[in-house]
């Protein structure tokens, strides 16, 4: 069994509307929340005309842990990447919400600079040492 997760957004501003998490795929045997069934079976969406919205299609496990840990709040239309909120649990309530890119694509380009630093710094000490 693998599920699809839809991610429906404003197209103007990418801000979210409706997640729907209902596809489920059996074997062969697919089950697919349509676009026209979500926009009859969600008031978010059927309140909306259709042509405003606009549709990211996941894997269910792609951003996993960034929905389980994280809120939607949109998407980037530039990048068309989900936008999440990561609440503090610290300060549950603050005044000014900061909506980052997922956590998972903020580590994997860390751990990208960090191979690019660590590399610079070898080929730097060959060039010390043999120098």
């Known amino acids: 069994m693998k599920r699809k997760r839809k991610l429906f957004y404003n197209k103007v ?67 068309m990447k989900p936008l999440f909120y990561y609440p503090n649990p610290n300060d549950p309530a603050p005044e000014q919400p900061v909506y980052q890119p997922p956590l998972t694509e903020q580590v994997k380009e860390l751990r990208e600079r960090q191979d690019a630093t660590e590399a610079a710094i070898l080929a730097l000490m060959d060039v010390t040492v043999m120098g």
């Open 13 to 79: 501003d990418g801000a979210a509307i409706q997640t729907v998490d209902g596809d489920i795929i059996y074997g062969s045997d697919l089950k697919e929340t349509t676009i026209e069934e979500a926009f009859r079976d969600y008031k978010s969406l059927a309140e909306r005309v259709p042509e405003t919205v606009g549709l990211l299609e996941l894997e269910y496990d792609d951003y996993l842990q960034d929905f389980k840990e994280g809120v939607w709040t949109g998407v980037d239309l530039d990048t």
